[in-house]
């Protein structure tokens, strides 16, 4: 085969339907209804008796430890859907932990009457208990009514235990369709899980289910096809942020025993988490924060750009414009207008000296100040401060599209596209007119996708004002 061929009553009811309405975002919802948990309890007890006691002291410290133990359950993926049953422990120990070194510095603060006051200890004990009975209580609904799904690739059947396979890595039982690979099949199986027929039928289930993990089932007659098609395929799923396994048919070679009693099916990762930050709950709510600020402060400036723009000539002043986002989805960003106007000019790339470039523009170009309305953008959800930036669809290298130029650029649409980046802070920026430069700059957009942290990205944003000051290639 040289090509791919591709043919609602009482508690537990209100418990359930609390899951459901929550299920898509269960780190979000733990994550809140910890620091609910770890907070609410000091705050009731300082007003309670705030006729002894410091109102402001008190609710500034379990503030300041709620938010703490967030971050430090997060740090160790407590947060993950994954992780929120298996680890719900985790947030009781982060918890205590922090407490101890707080009500310690506390003391060495010259501050020890808080260690006596009679609703400190009820708080350390309790809340850790309360931690771990809300997995306890939540987690398995969250988990079993959650509308994330699996998506499986295979040749032409799945492996008999491959349902067993994923309850036992804890992923999504419910699988949003297989994809078979043989040309020639015969109908049935072993699971009634719906088929896809093509890449297409693939790529619209993909956007239209929330799929969390893709299973590839290896099978020997893969390995005759060719490297086109299974680049083809590769590039379709790594578009979306969802994690990849590899699953294996070993139950030939395990003992009868072994087979009943762990399934034959084995999955290894392949593409895990640390790819995964487009639906990331923390970057998210980093980008919300951090964008409203900078928006807030930087409205005054936009409004002289905007000013300076309607004087730069006829047209309007905002440019809308196609970009390729997470998942490959197209988007409008939005920029100050730079050029002249006119609607029947077709694509090109902005080249040094670029006629088509006010004089204003220039200016907004060299600044980047033209960027600024992405903050919009950022805090609608369509890009993140920080991440590879957009391309446009027509954009070229060397006369090759840039999806068609690299074979690893999708996975640059597994995360949101940033007004800032990587590659930017490293001056990889403005035209692409040979390959090599491109390669430069992915090298830099799968660096920062791979290493990413909350700590990146400030980083990143804090040496992009240097950048953009001391830039040469922005024209």
């Known amino acids: 085969m040289a090509e791919l061929q591709l043919p609602a009553q009482g508690f537990f009811g209100g418990r359930r339907i609390i899951a459901r309405q929550l299920s898509h975002r269960p780190g979000a919802f733990c994550g809140a209804a910890d620091f609910l ?115 499986v690739i295979c040749y032409d059947s799945c492996p008999r235990d491959l349902a067993k396979a994923l309850a036992r890595m804890n992923l999504p039982a419910r699988v949003a369709g297989v994809l078979y690979l043989a040309p020639l099949r015969e109908a049935g199986g072993w699971y009634d899980w719906p088929e896809l027929t093509d890449l297409a039928a693939l790529r619209a289930k993909m956007r239209g289910s929330a799929v969390t993990d893709v299973v590839v089932i290896h099978h020997p007659e893969l390995e005759g096809f060719s490297a086109r098609a299974i680049q083809a395929l590769l590039e379709e799923i790594l578009a979306y942020p969802a ?40 970057k998210r ?42 998942q490959g989805q197209a988007f409008n960003v939005l920029k100050f207008r730079t050029m002249s106007h006119d609607p029947a000019r077709k694509f090109a790339q ?21 960027e600024l309305p992405q903050l919009v953008n950022v805090i609608s959800g369509r890009m993140s401060l920080v991440g590879p930036r957009p391309h446009a669809p027509e954009t070229m290298v060397e006369g090759i599209s840039f999806e068609s130029a690299l074979q690893l650029y999708q996975i640059r649409h597994r995360v949101k596209p940033g007004m800032t980046g ?17 390669e430069q700059r992915l090298s830099s957009d799968l660096e920062y996708i791979r290493c990413w942290t909350i700590w990146l990205d400030i980083s990143i944003l804090l040496r992009t004002l240097p950048a953009v000051l001391a830039q040469k290639n922005a024209w």
């Open 285 to 326: 709510l980093f980008d919300i924060a951090a964008g409203t600020v900078l928006l807030a402060l930087a409205a005054p400036l936009m409004a002289v750009c905007a000013v300076l723009v309607r004087a730069s000539g006829p047209g309007p002043v905002i440019f809308r414009q196609l970009r390729t986002g997470a």
């Open 350 to 370: 902005t080249t040094r000296q670029d006629p088509r470039v006010t004089k204003i523009g220039q200016f907004l170009r060299r600044s980047s100040l033209d």
């Open 422 to 438: 990587l590659a930017q802070i490293r001056g990889q920026r403005g035209e692409t007119p040979k390959l090599k430069t491109l």
């Open 37 to 151: 948990i770890i907070f609410l309890p000091p705050l009731c007890s300082s007003l309670i008796w705030k006729n002894s006691e410091s109102l402001a002291k008190n609710l500034c410290f379990w503030l300041l430890l709620a938010s703490f133990s967030l971050l430090l359950t997060a740090s160790y993926g407590g947060y993950r859907a994954q992780q929120i049953r298996r680890q719900y422990q985790l947030a009781a120990n982060c918890f205590l932990a922090i407490s101890a070194g707080m009500l310690t510095l506390a003391v060495l603060l010259g501050h020890p009457n808080i260690l006596v006051r009679h609703w400190v200890v009820l708080d350390l004990l309790a809340t850790p208990v309360l931690l771990i009975s809300l997995r306890l209580a939540f987690t398995p609904a969250l988990i079993r009514d959650s509308t994330r799904s699996t998506m």
């Open 243 to 282: 994690r990849i396994w590899l699953g294996f048919d070993v139950a030939a070679n395990l003992p009868d025993m072994l087979r009943e009693t762990s399934g034959g099916c084995r999955l290894v990762p392949v593409v895990t988490d640390e790819l995964l930050n487009a639906n990331n709950f923390f």
